[in-house]
């Protein structure tokens, strides 16, 4: 799996987050503004980027239930399942 980037899109506690600074900690931006410093395994890499604000982040629409079919059990990354269902 990738490492994410400063600019990255990532998941923490299942909400959105942006990554600002990597250093021996990762440091995020969360909705509203505030920040925390998180270790690598804490956070799930969405997309790379480059994601200049959490406010850019739109809802999309996708075949969520189609393509999780189309799995049929098989185990697959969140990002790889994103990219699958939203293009």
């Not at 931006?29 to 982040?57: F, N």
């Not at 996708?62 to 939203?86: A, C, K, Y």
């Amino acid at each position: 799996m990738s490492k994410p980037s400063v600019g990255s899109l990532v998941l923490y506690k299942i909400r959105p987050a942006k990554v600002v600074e990597i250093s021996d900690k990762i440091e995020i931006e969360l909705e509203g503004g505030k920040r925390k410093r998180v270790r690598d395994k804490d956070v799930v890499l969405l997309h790379p980027g480059p994601l200049t604000s959490l406010k850019d982040l739109t809802p999309q629409q996708g075949e969520i239930e189609e393509n999780w079919e189309l799995l049929d059990g098989s185990e697959v990354e969140i990002g790889e399942f994103s990219e699958l269902v939203f293009g």
